[in-house]
């Protein structure tokens, strides 16, 4: 099989879009065709599921045994369902005999506001779809492993949803891989730059946004923000290559710094690249070193002028993380001494660097200026409410009031509880008062928070129109307590309740 890529002629590229949408070839169409349950079958990469809900003869069939399943499907097949002409010429497709069999990997995605769109990616490597990535030096079609491009993953979707969408001049995609952040970008920024070490995936991400109908944005080759020159952006997004190995062996995963050295760099030197204003977003993980709390070094690594929002989602002793890329790079399937060599060299760096554990997480920095800083480190192994951008972006608005008010001026303010918020009361059965009462938020971060009488009294009563003062007035005069020692002690009560998106400032 050739190792040609196809081009991405954007009338041709209209043309083929245009056969997909009407053999119904989208992600809703292929829920619709598979089922549920075959559906997310596909996403664990397994295939018989939807080989067996493909066994039909229409178009859209043809397409996912093509694409997704990369398997042949006969010449007129294809040209039902195709332009396999155009196909052919531009390399989407590969004749063999009467049959034809796909290049890349044709992924039906879903945009925020119901947009059909696709990503291009390597075969076999769409994450979580069918096919996965064989042991060995290389992939399919011949090409060397560690130039693979791999399509839309967890990580990809993570990213895409936490990702503050507010309408900016200038974007950047550091890390591109088969172009879905910049797909996503371009929906909200004037101009959009890509970069990747890769020009393999510089080339995905064309034909990912070519194929989606997408603006073109700037591609540009090159490591971390070397590409980018003395450009600055409003929006800085990565999802980079953060693994913590012993080697560089696949350039989509593996970033060659050692440690987390790759996503530290990556943060320092953001602060240079942004906008006033400006956010820069990544996915990271982080080395929990002995002796140190994981807060301590990662708070080092904001640099000046930025707030910042760190989140751990979830933490992995070293055995399991090695294991877990070792599976991901499918060393599992080779020679047991090959494999125990390299769980060995990977277990023999943790030791070096005195590593237990690394974190996995979110970080967002956005460039205040301020002199200040907001920096907010937390543990949040939770489910949430995607997509989180709105959440995210309200989080920092939230630090801009506190940094803003003193007590006197907190108290003077109005605020009101914020949606889907809902009080419990937790206590044994029967008895008269409750042993604490908890304040449950049902979106976004869906956080919970224990608040006593007062608190709960006072978030109850918040609806914009008394100031937090007033209303602790009345709820001194309710309990028989000094309205002046209820207004000392409560403040901090308010800006964690104001901090959490409990209670929301009311500015009109």
Same mark, same amino acid.
Request: hydrophobic letters at 40%; aromatic letters at 8%; charged letters at 30%.
């Given at each position: 099989m050739s190792t040609l890529l196809p081009t991405a002629d954007r009338a041709r590229t209209d043309k083929l879009r245009a056969a997909l949408l009407a053999a119904a070839f989208t992600a809703d169409g292929l829920l619709d065709l598979l089922g549920a349950s075959a559906y997310a079958a596909l996403a664990r990469s397994e295939t018989v599921p939807a080989l067996r809900a493909t066994r039909g003869d229409g178009r859209l069939e043809a397409l996912v045994r093509l694409f997704l399943l990369q398997r042949p499907v006969p010449y007129a097949r294809a040209a039902a369902a195709l332009p396999v002409d155009d196909c052919l010429a531009d390399g989407w497709l590969v004749r063999d005999g009467d049959e034809v069999r796909a290049t890349v990997d044709v992924r039906p995605y879903g945009g925020p506001e119901g947009q059909d769109w696709w990503i291009v990616s390597d075969l076999g490597c769409a994450v979580g779809g069918a096919g996965g990535i064989a042991g060995g030096s290389a992939g399919p079609g011949g090409v060397e492993r560690s130039q693979l491009v791999l399509g839309v993953g967890g990580a990809s979707t993570t990213l895409a949803g936490i990702t503050v969408r507010t309408p900016v001049a200038s974007a950047l995609d550091l890390g591109t891989g088969s172009g879905i952040q910049a797909l996503h970008a371009t929906q909200h920024a004037t101009k959009v730059t890509a970069t990747d070490l890769n020009p393999r995936a510089l080339h995905f991400a064309r034909l990912t946004l070519a194929l989606s109908g997408a603006p073109e944005a700037d591609l540009r080759e090159g490591s971390l923000f070397e590409p980018a020159g003395q450009d600055t952006y409003d929006l800085i997004v990565s999802n980079p290559p953060f693994v913590i190995s012993p080697g560089a062996r696949l350039t989509y995963r593996d970033g060659g710094m050692g440690g987390d050295d790759l996503c530290r760099s990556l943060v320092q030197q953001a602060a240079d690249r942004l906008n006033d204003g400006g956010y820069c977003q990544l996915l990271a993980n982080w080395q929990h070193i002995e002796g140190e709390d994981w807060r301590d070094r990662l708070s080092s690594w904001v640099p000046r002028g930025c707030d910042a929002w760190i989140v751990e989602r979830d933490v992995q002793d070293v055995a399991?993380?090695?294991?877990? /890329?070792?599976?991901?790079?499918?060393?599992?399937?080779?020679?047991?001494?090959?494999? *125990?060599?390299?769980?060995?060299? /990977?277990?023999?760096?943790?030791?070096?660097?005195? *590593?237990?554990?690394?974190?996995?997480? /979110?970080? *967002?920095?956005?460039?205040?200026?301020?002199?200040? !800083?907001?920096?907010?480190?937390?543990? /949040? !192994?939770?489910?949430?409410?995607?997509?989180?951008?709105?959440?995210?972006?309200?989080?920092?608005?939230? @630090?801009?009031?506190?940094?803003?008010?003193?007590? =006197?001026?907190?108290? =003077?303010?109005?605020?009101?509880?914020?949606?889907?918020?809902?009080?419990?009361?937790?206590?044994?059965?029967?008895?008269?008062?409750?042993?604490?009462?908890?304040?449950? @938020?049902?979106?976004?971060?869906?956080?919970?928070?224990?608040?006593? *009488?007062?608190?709960?009294?006072?978030?109850?009563?918040?609806?914009?129109?008394?100031? =937090?003062?007033?209303?602790?007035?009345?709820?001194a005069q309710l309990v028989g307590e000094d309205p002046v020692v209820l207004r000392d002690r409560t403040p901090d009560a308010i800006r964690l309740l104001v901090e959490q998106g409990f209670l929301l400032p009311v500015t009109d």
């Open positions: 399991q993380y090695a294991e877990l /890329w070792l599976r991901d790079g499918g060393d599992h399937l080779a020679d047991p001494a090959q494999y *125990t060599a390299r769980y060995e060299a /990977w277990l023999e760096e943790f030791e070096a660097r005195r *590593t237990k554990a690394v974190g996995f997480g /979110w970080i *967002t920095l956005r460039k205040s200026g301020s002199e200040r !800083p907001s920096v907010t480190m937390e543990e /949040w !192994p939770h489910p949430v409410e995607q997509p989180l951008g709105a959440s995210v972006r309200a989080h920092f608005e939230r @630090q801009d009031f506190l940094r803003a008010h003193d007590d =006197a001026s907190l108290l =003077a303010a109005c605020f009101r509880l914020a949606d889907e918020v809902v009080q419990e009361q937790v206590g044994l059965p029967g008895a008269e008062d409750p042993e604490h009462v908890v304040l449950r @938020q049902n979106r976004g971060m869906r956080r919970a928070t224990k608040v006593d *009488t007062v608190g709960a009294g006072f978030a109850g009563v918040c609806d914009g129109s008394l100031s =937090a003062g007033r209303i602790l007035d009345a709820i």
